[in-house]
Protein backbone atom coordinates (compact mmCIF):
# COMPACT_ATOMS: atom_id res chain seq x y z
CA UNK A 1 0.00 0.00 0.00
CA UNK A 2 1.24 3.87 -1.35
CA UNK A 3 1.81 6.47 1.69
CA UNK A 4 2.64 9.39 1.81
CA UNK A 5 3.42 11.29 5.12
CA UNK A 6 2.95 15.00 4.85
CA UNK A 7 5.13 17.15 7.56
CA UNK A 8 4.49 19.37 9.71
CA UNK A 9 0.77 19.01 10.25
CA UNK A 10 -0.42 21.86 11.59
CA UNK A 11 1.86 25.60 11.12
CA UNK A 12 1.36 29.05 12.73
CA UNK A 13 4.09 31.24 11.69
CA UNK A 14 4.02 34.96 11.02
CA UNK A 15 4.12 37.45 8.03
CA UNK A 16 7.16 37.49 6.60
CA UNK A 17 8.62 34.15 8.15
CA UNK A 18 9.82 31.13 5.76
CA UNK A 19 8.66 27.95 6.06
CA UNK A 20 9.21 23.83 4.43
CA UNK A 21 6.80 21.37 4.10
CA UNK A 22 7.72 17.46 3.48
CA UNK A 23 5.99 14.82 1.93
CA UNK A 24 7.75 11.38 2.02
CA UNK A 25 7.01 8.11 1.31
CA UNK A 26 9.11 4.47 0.91
CA UNK A 27 7.47 4.41 -2.43
CA UNK A 28 8.34 5.36 -5.74
CA UNK A 29 6.09 8.23 -7.71
CA UNK A 30 5.92 9.21 -11.58
CA UNK A 31 4.51 12.56 -10.25
CA UNK A 32 4.08 14.27 -7.57
CA UNK A 33 1.27 17.16 -6.81
CA UNK A 34 0.76 19.92 -4.41
CA UNK A 35 -2.21 21.63 -3.84
CA UNK A 36 -3.82 23.77 -1.74
CA UNK A 37 -7.64 23.79 -0.75
CA UNK A 38 -9.15 26.91 0.93
CA UNK A 39 -12.47 25.80 3.74
CA UNK A 40 -15.37 24.88 1.62
CA UNK A 41 -13.94 24.72 -1.77
CA UNK A 42 -12.11 21.96 -3.78
CA UNK A 43 -8.01 21.86 -3.90
CA UNK A 44 -6.62 23.79 -6.39
CA UNK A 45 -3.52 22.45 -8.53
CA UNK A 46 0.14 24.61 -7.29
CA UNK A 47 2.08 22.64 -9.72
CA UNK A 48 2.85 18.98 -10.84
CA UNK A 49 6.64 17.48 -10.46
CA UNK A 50 7.85 14.43 -12.75
CA UNK A 51 11.64 13.99 -12.93
CA UNK A 52 13.67 13.04 -10.23
CA UNK A 53 16.08 16.56 -8.45
CA UNK A 54 13.40 18.46 -10.23
CA UNK A 55 12.85 21.80 -9.10
CA UNK A 56 10.32 24.54 -9.59
CA UNK A 57 9.49 27.75 -8.62
CA UNK A 58 6.23 29.62 -9.09
CA UNK A 59 6.57 33.39 -6.79
CA UNK A 60 7.67 32.93 -3.83
CA UNK A 61 7.08 29.30 -3.49
CA UNK A 62 9.46 26.48 -4.30
CA UNK A 63 8.31 22.88 -5.06
CA UNK A 64 11.68 20.04 -4.96
CA UNK A 65 10.82 16.34 -6.73
CA UNK A 66 13.48 14.35 -4.92
CA UNK A 67 16.32 12.45 -6.43
CA UNK A 68 15.01 8.94 -6.04
CA UNK A 69 11.03 10.08 -6.67
CA UNK A 70 9.88 9.31 -3.01
CA UNK A 71 9.94 12.68 -1.58
CA UNK A 72 9.13 16.12 -2.17
CA UNK A 73 9.27 19.74 -0.21
CA UNK A 74 7.51 22.87 -0.50
CA UNK A 75 8.94 25.68 0.52
CA UNK A 76 7.25 29.07 1.05
CA UNK A 77 9.42 32.55 1.48
CA UNK A 78 8.29 35.39 3.25
CA UNK A 79 5.09 33.82 4.05
CA UNK A 80 1.67 36.15 3.27
CA UNK A 81 -1.73 35.90 4.93
CA UNK A 82 -3.01 34.99 1.94
CA UNK A 83 -0.88 31.98 1.80
CA UNK A 84 -2.91 30.73 4.67
CA UNK A 85 -4.85 27.10 3.87
CA UNK A 86 -4.29 23.58 3.91
CA UNK A 87 -1.45 22.36 1.66
CA UNK A 88 -1.89 18.58 -0.08
CA UNK A 89 1.15 16.54 -1.60
CA UNK A 90 -0.35 13.79 -3.80
CA UNK A 91 1.62 11.26 -5.96
CA UNK A 92 0.69 9.01 -8.91
CA UNK A 93 1.80 5.71 -10.39
CA UNK A 94 3.01 5.21 -13.69
CA UNK A 95 0.38 3.07 -15.87
CA UNK A 96 -1.95 5.70 -16.88
CA UNK A 97 -4.01 5.33 -14.18
CA UNK A 98 -5.88 8.40 -13.06
CA UNK A 99 -5.36 7.82 -8.73
CA UNK A 100 -3.90 9.78 -7.05
CA UNK A 101 -2.56 8.95 -3.34
CA UNK A 102 -2.88 11.95 -0.78
CA UNK A 103 -0.94 13.07 2.29
CA UNK A 104 -3.12 14.24 5.11
CA UNK A 105 -2.18 17.69 4.56
CA UNK A 106 -0.36 20.54 6.33
CA UNK A 107 -2.40 23.12 7.70
CA UNK A 108 -1.02 26.55 7.84
CA UNK A 109 -1.97 30.11 9.40
CA UNK A 110 0.10 33.18 8.31
CA UNK A 111 -0.97 36.25 10.71
CA UNK A 112 -0.53 39.35 10.46
CA UNK B 1 -13.40 27.98 -19.43
CA UNK B 2 -15.93 26.48 -17.27
CA UNK B 3 -14.60 24.61 -14.16
CA UNK B 4 -15.76 21.32 -13.08
CA UNK B 5 -19.01 21.73 -11.70
CA UNK B 6 -20.71 20.06 -8.38
CA UNK B 7 -24.48 19.83 -7.88
CA UNK B 8 -25.96 20.04 -4.65
CA UNK B 9 -23.51 21.82 -3.18
CA UNK B 10 -24.98 20.82 -0.02
CA UNK B 11 -27.39 17.60 1.09
CA UNK B 12 -29.17 16.44 4.28
CA UNK B 13 -29.86 12.51 4.23
CA UNK B 14 -31.43 9.94 6.88
CA UNK B 15 -29.59 7.05 7.52
CA UNK B 16 -30.89 4.48 5.23
CA UNK B 17 -31.88 6.82 2.18
CA UNK B 18 -29.64 6.82 -1.06
CA UNK B 19 -28.16 9.73 -2.94
CA UNK B 20 -26.74 11.14 -5.72
CA UNK B 21 -24.25 13.29 -7.23
CA UNK B 22 -23.69 15.09 -10.18
CA UNK B 23 -19.93 16.53 -11.81
CA UNK B 24 -19.64 17.78 -14.79
CA UNK B 25 -16.01 18.12 -15.72
CA UNK B 26 -14.05 20.72 -17.88
CA UNK B 27 -14.83 20.97 -21.82
CA UNK B 28 -13.08 18.10 -23.74
CA UNK B 29 -11.95 16.54 -20.27
CA UNK B 30 -12.75 12.57 -20.91
CA UNK B 31 -11.62 11.74 -17.25
CA UNK B 32 -13.57 11.60 -13.70
CA UNK B 33 -12.06 10.74 -10.56
CA UNK B 34 -14.44 11.15 -7.44
CA UNK B 35 -13.07 11.98 -3.84
CA UNK B 36 -14.21 11.37 -0.79
CA UNK B 37 -12.81 13.98 1.99
CA UNK B 38 -12.81 14.17 5.65
CA UNK B 39 -10.88 14.66 8.72
CA UNK B 40 -9.74 11.74 9.98
CA UNK B 41 -9.29 9.94 6.06
CA UNK B 42 -8.23 12.78 4.21
CA UNK B 43 -8.96 12.72 0.64
CA UNK B 44 -9.23 9.13 -0.72
CA UNK B 45 -9.66 7.79 -3.85
CA UNK B 46 -13.67 6.31 -5.01
CA UNK B 47 -13.65 5.54 -8.31
CA UNK B 48 -12.45 7.35 -12.47
CA UNK B 49 -14.06 7.22 -15.38
CA UNK B 50 -13.05 7.49 -18.85
CA UNK B 51 -15.16 7.36 -21.62
CA UNK B 52 -17.86 5.88 -19.53
CA UNK B 53 -15.66 2.98 -18.79
CA UNK B 54 -15.18 2.71 -14.84
CA UNK B 55 -10.82 2.04 -14.79
CA UNK B 56 -9.78 2.50 -11.58
CA UNK B 57 -11.58 1.74 -8.13
CA UNK B 58 -10.85 2.56 -4.54
CA UNK B 59 -11.50 0.41 -1.69
CA UNK B 60 -14.86 1.08 -0.64
CA UNK B 61 -17.85 -1.01 -0.03
CA UNK B 62 -20.37 -1.90 -2.81
CA UNK B 63 -22.86 0.93 -1.34
CA UNK B 64 -20.70 3.39 -3.73
CA UNK B 65 -21.28 3.56 -7.28
CA UNK B 66 -20.80 5.67 -10.36
CA UNK B 67 -21.62 5.96 -13.68
CA UNK B 68 -20.49 8.35 -16.84
CA UNK B 69 -22.01 9.43 -19.72
CA UNK B 70 -21.60 9.76 -23.17
CA UNK B 71 -20.84 13.96 -22.55
CA UNK B 72 -18.58 12.85 -20.13
CA UNK B 73 -20.47 14.20 -17.29
CA UNK B 74 -20.49 11.98 -14.10
CA UNK B 75 -22.80 10.99 -11.18
CA UNK B 76 -22.28 9.03 -8.24
CA UNK B 77 -24.40 6.97 -6.07
CA UNK B 78 -24.07 6.14 -2.19
CA UNK B 79 -26.65 3.27 -1.17
CA UNK B 80 -28.37 2.84 2.65
CA UNK B 81 -26.25 5.90 3.97
CA UNK B 82 -24.81 5.58 6.99
CA UNK B 83 -23.20 8.05 9.34
CA UNK B 84 -19.77 7.32 8.68
CA UNK B 85 -20.94 8.31 4.69
CA UNK B 86 -20.75 12.14 6.48
CA UNK B 87 -17.94 13.84 3.88
CA UNK B 88 -16.93 16.21 1.29
CA UNK B 89 -17.23 14.33 -2.06
CA UNK B 90 -15.18 16.08 -4.55
CA UNK B 91 -14.78 15.48 -8.39
CA UNK B 92 -11.77 15.91 -10.54
CA UNK B 93 -11.53 16.36 -14.25
CA UNK B 94 -8.25 15.76 -16.14
CA UNK B 95 -7.11 16.26 -19.35
CA UNK B 96 -4.35 13.28 -19.05
CA UNK B 97 -2.74 10.54 -16.98
CA UNK B 98 -1.65 11.61 -13.85
CA UNK B 99 1.67 9.81 -13.31
CA UNK B 100 2.40 11.90 -16.37
CA UNK B 101 1.85 15.11 -14.20
CA UNK B 102 -1.34 16.25 -16.05
CA UNK B 103 -2.68 17.12 -12.66
CA UNK B 104 -6.42 17.57 -11.56
CA UNK B 105 -8.72 20.05 -11.96
CA UNK B 106 -11.15 20.10 -8.99
CA UNK B 107 -15.24 20.97 -8.01
CA UNK B 108 -15.95 22.73 -5.05
CA UNK B 109 -17.54 19.88 -4.09
CA UNK B 110 -20.74 18.21 -2.44
CA UNK B 111 -20.86 18.16 1.02
CA UNK B 112 -23.38 15.51 2.52
CA UNK B 113 -24.81 15.23 5.76
CA UNK B 114 -26.25 11.47 7.30
CA UNK B 115 -27.91 12.22 10.14
Not at chain 2, 50 to 55: A, N
Amino acid sequence: TQLLEQSPQFLSIQEGENLTVYCNSSSVFSSLQWYRQEPGEGPVLLVTVVTGGEVKKLKRLTFQFGDARKDSSLHITAAQPGDTGLYLCAGASSGGYNKLIFGAGTRLAVHP
Amino acid sequence: KAGVTQTPRYLIKTRGQQVTLSCSPISGHRSVSWYQQTPGQGLQFLFEYFSETQRNKGNFPGRFSGRQFSNSRSEMNVSTLELGDSALYLCASSLGAQGAGYGYTFGSGTRLTVV
